[in-house]
């Protein structure tokens, strides 16, 4: 391989592993300064991550206009400042009447072109700052809505409180604020316990390396 020449390598994300702690491992092993992702996922979150190295950072920005598609889970009748795990739960409700099919037209409804709102716990930029920076300090910020395409939302409600999904979608959507927006719908809340990217366009998790082995890989050549 000619990494300054360029290379892509369709990576899986471990699970509390941020984005750029990846980026990093392959740099520092590569001994070269350009390499970067397209698209970035939460720490909490697994699956495809596509690393860019040397010229081939030329591309991101296509690989980041592509769609992605996501598995993952909700739980209803909790909520928690971040909308997942890496925060508290701060609320919670009767979600026992709750049916089905409520949960169906719920996300039927988060399905087409929307206007969503991200979530706080975000790295968009307000002013200059990492909006999560200005949350963890508990300090006010608004994030405007901004316009966002849901190709697919589909539900398995058949273990409740827990939600499995599937979902396709354009980029920029947070699944984050999807699983907000559906929570508030149905007038309970809900949090995200688990998500997976499976694709974006047509690259999929199926034929990434693993990164621990794609380092191992790397240090054998």
Same mark, same amino acid.
């Given at each position: 391989?000619?990494?300054?020449? =360029?290379?892509?390598?369709?990576? #899986?994300?471990?699970?509390?592993?941020?984005?750029? /702690? @990846?980026?990093?491992? !392959?740099?520092?092993?590569?001994?070269?300064?350009?390499?970067?992702?397209?698209?970035?996922?939460?720490?909490?979150?697994?699956?495809?991550?596509?690393?860019?190295?040397?010229?081939?950072?030329?591309?991101?920005?296509?690989?980041? #206009?592509?769609?992605?598609?996501?598995?993952?889970?909700? @739980?209803?009748?909790? %909520? %928690?400042?971040?909308? /997942?795990?890496?925060?508290?739960? *701060?609320?919670?409700?009767?979600?026992?009447?709750?049916?089905?099919?409520?949960?169906?037209?719920?996300?039927?409804?988060? %399905?087409?072109?929307?206007?969503? !709102?991200?979530? $706080?716990?975000?790295? $968009?930029? $307000?002013?200059?700052?990492?909006?999560?920076?200005?949350?963890? &300090?508990?300090?006010?910020?608004?994030? #405007?809505?901004?316009? !966002?395409?849901?190709?697919?939302? $589909?539900?398995?409600?058949?273990?409740?409180?827990?939600?499995?999904?599937?979902?396709?979608?354009?980029?920029?959507?947070?699944?984050?604020?999807?699983?907000? *927006?559906? =929570?508030?719908?149905?007038?309970?809340?809900?949090?995200?316990?688990?998500?997976?990217?499976?694709?974006? =366009?047509?690259?999929?998790?199926? *034929?990434?390396?693993?990164?621990?082995?794609?380092?191992?890989?790397?240090? &054998? *050549?």
């Amino acid at each position: 391989m000619d990494f300054q020449k =360029g290379e892509v390598f369709l990576l #899986d994300k471990p699970y509390e592993w941020t984005s750029f /702690d @990846v980026v990093k491992k !392959v740099r520092n092993r590569l001994r070269i300064k350009k390499v970067g992702h397209a698209g970035t996922l939460d720490p909490l979150a697994t699956g495809l991550l596509i690393v860019c190295a040397g010229k081939a950072t030329k591309k991101i920005n296509e690989f980041q #206009d592509l769609g992605k598609s996501y598995t993952g889970a909700l @739980v209803l009748g909790k %909520t %928690t400042p971040s909308i /997942d795990l890496e925060t508290e739960f *701060d609320s919670e409700s009767d979600y026992s009447h709750i049916t089905t099919s409520e949960i169906q037209a719920a996300a039927d409804e988060l %399905t087409g072109d929307i206007m969503q !709102v991200p979530p $706080i716990y975000s790295a $968009i930029k $307000i002013d200059g700052e990492r909006a999560y920076k200005i949350a963890r &300090r508990k300090e006010e910020a608004k994030l #405007d809505p901004r316009p !966002v395409s849901v190709t697919k939302f $589909i539900i398995d409600a058949s273990n409740l409180p827990e939600v499995k999904f599937e979902i396709d979608c354009s980029k920029g959507t947070y699944i984050r604020s999807l699983v907000r *927006d559906l =929570g508030e719908a149905l007038g309970c809340g809900a949090y995200m316990s688990e998500l997976r990217r499976t694709a974006i =366009g047509d690259h999929r998790v199926e *034929d990434a390396y693993n990164l621990e082995e794609f380092i191992a890989s790397l240090e &054998r *050549d």
